[in-house]
């Protein structure tokens, strides 16, 4: 096992880790910017180095510096967290050539994700169902015109180097093609230093879904089940959930034997997660692979038993995965909401400053991995991430139940957070549980939030109660699904005299 641990990140995902080394036994050193000198992460590791000042290209993403201290300090594993050198191949070379070993995967399977064409040239070698479009650099407005017809408008235009949305162009027509082709590789080349961008089918409102695998470096791969993403605005998730209320078992398992497949096909080690989009009629398609932690990591801890952290630092130290796929038993329901230091009413944006107060909840079904503490300035210099709550219950309606009794027990002051929408959103949800004359019909998807802004808002995407109302109608739809599938059958659930209602709503819209 390692001698030590550099955690080369900071906030909540940097005490996750040290958390995880604590309780191995393993010394942890912290790196920190000149923003973090009294940050927790630096409070609780056993050791902290200054790696520079407060902009991360000078501190956090600092290659040489970061594997200076580790060097000095006697560290042989690096653990980057998420963002910041998480994905960089380079770094992963890097600690390879410094002989301290990075907990991920190998720089080659970071390349081969890193790059969305290559990454689809590979997946159509090993047949997994991919977006249908292009897997090469589209050359000229001619060759785009030509593919585009043939796969149907709308068609998107992505970035090869982009990912998460960013680099993201909706085309409607052929004449939009064109121009938005221009826009799409000078913004590609200026966001990532690489113009190249290809063409794919576009999926009208398409849900998130992503499957988290684990692999050793001995070639076992297992899947750990698939969380909700749908939930999200600007390409920013807002509430996770595990399992999706949407796959059944034949589709999870379908779902999780393609994941291995990409992992597989990558040579992958270590954790990581498989993106889909899945459409109306629940076909569901690789988008891409993120190679890393992931932030909404704890549902699936909370759904599998398993410990993420623990499990990458044992692959990474050359053990094998202690189990095997059948011994992976998906559990009850977990939900998280992640609290930002944002101001709702000021266009979402960054809220930092001294924390004055901060009550943080518990009791039964309560996770908080928290990054904060009172008396300490949030600086502005990074993720406005503070926390993230995350309820477990034996179901859906126990873990939402929990999330709407815990959510009254945070209290932030000092800092604007997002935690007055969560609250007005779960105050919204079971409003309409019991109103259920209220109820409506329809799916969610990623659009269903953008869409419900625009029409609340008459376009103008500021109030939060719209939020409020979109994020609540968004989950209590799935709820309805679920009430549906549990009616089927048994006649029973509660769901009252609009239940046959729901059912032709729910077959219209492909849901049964
Ligand atoms: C798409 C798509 C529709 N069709 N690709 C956005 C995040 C990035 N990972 C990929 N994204 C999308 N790719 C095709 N061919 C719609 C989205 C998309 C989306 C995807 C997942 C979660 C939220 C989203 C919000 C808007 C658009």
């Given at each position: 096992m390692f001698k030590k641990i550099l955690v080369a990140n900071r906030g909540e995902i940097a005490v996750r880790v040290i958390r995880a080394c604590r309780e191995l036994g393993i010394p942890s050193a912290a790196v920190y910017s000149d923003a973090d000198r009294a940050a927790l992460h630096v409070l609780m590791a056993d050791e902290a180095y200054s790696v520079g000042t407060a902009a991360a290209a000078e501190s956090y993403l600092n290659i040489s510096k970061i594997l200076e201290v580790a060097k000095c300090c006697g560290a042989d594993a690096i653990h980057p967290g998420y963002g910041f050198l998480s994905e960089n191949a380079k770094f992963a070379q890097a600690c390879a050539g410094a002989g301290i070993k990075f907990i991920g995967p190998s720089a080659a399977s970071m390349e081969m994700m890193g790059s969305k064409t290559r990454a689809r040239q590979e997946m159509e070698k090993a047949g997994v169902p991919f977006v249908p479009g292009t897997s090469r650099a589209l050359e000229s407005g001619q060759q785009a015109n030509e593919i585009a017809a043939k796969i149907g408008y709308p068609v998107m235009l992505k970035a090869a180097a982009g990912g998460g949305g960013k680099g993201m162009r909706l085309v409607h027509s052929a004449e939009a093609l064109q121009p938005s082709l221009e826009t799409a590789q000078s913004e590609a080349q200026r966001a990532f230093g690489d113009g190249e961008v290809y063409l794919e089918k576009a999926i009208l409102n398409p849900r998130h879904v992503e499957m988290q695998v684990l692999a050793d470096e001995h070639g076992n791969a297992v899947y750990l089940g698939e969380r909700e993403c749908?939930?999200?605005r600007r390409h920013q998730k807002v509430l996770e959930e595990a399992p999706s209320p949407l796959v059944d078992p034949e589709m999870r398992r379908r779902m999780g034997e393609v994941a291995v497949r990409v992992a597989k096909a990558a040579d992958y080690w270590n954790a990581g997660t498989v993106e889909f989009l899945v459409d109306a009629e629940k076909t569901f398609y690789f988008l891409e692979m993120n190679t890393r932690l992931q932030v909404e990591h704890p549902v699936t801890e909370l759904v599998t038993g398993f410990d993420l952290v623990h499990l990458q630092i044992s692959i990474a130290a050359g053990e094998e995965l202690p189990f095997r796929q059948k011994d992976i038993v998906i559990r009850g329901h977990a939900i998280e909401c992640r609290i930002y230091a944002e101001d709702a009413d000021n266009n979402f944006f960054p809220s930092p400053g001294k924390i004055e107060t901060l009550l943080t909840p518990a009791g039964p079904g309560i996770r908080l991995d928290n990054g904060v503490y009172a008396g300490w300035t949030v600086p502005i210099d990074y993720d406005p991430l503070l926390a993230k709550l995350i309820a477990y219950g034996k179901d859906r309606q126990q873990a939402i139940s929990r999330l709407a009794r815990a959510l009254p027990e945070y209290f932030v002051a000092g800092i604007k957070t997002n935690l007055g929408l969560f609250r007005r959103i779960l105050a919204e949800l079971f409003r309409r549980i019991l109103a259920d004359q209220d109820f409506q019909s329809g799916e969610i998807d990623t659009g269903y939030l953008e869409r419900l802004l625009k029409i609340e808002t008459g376009g103008e995407d500021r109030k939060g109660t719209a939020d409020v109302a979109a994020i609540a109608a968004a989950v209590f739809t799935v709820l309805e699904s679920k009430m549906i599938a549990s009616n089927?059958?048994?006649?029973?659930?509660?769901?009252?005299?609009a239940t046959s209602s729901w059912k032709r709503a729910a077959r219209t819209e492909g849901l049964m």
């Open positions: 749908s939930i999200q089927n059958g048994t006649g029973a659930a509660g769901a009252g005299p």
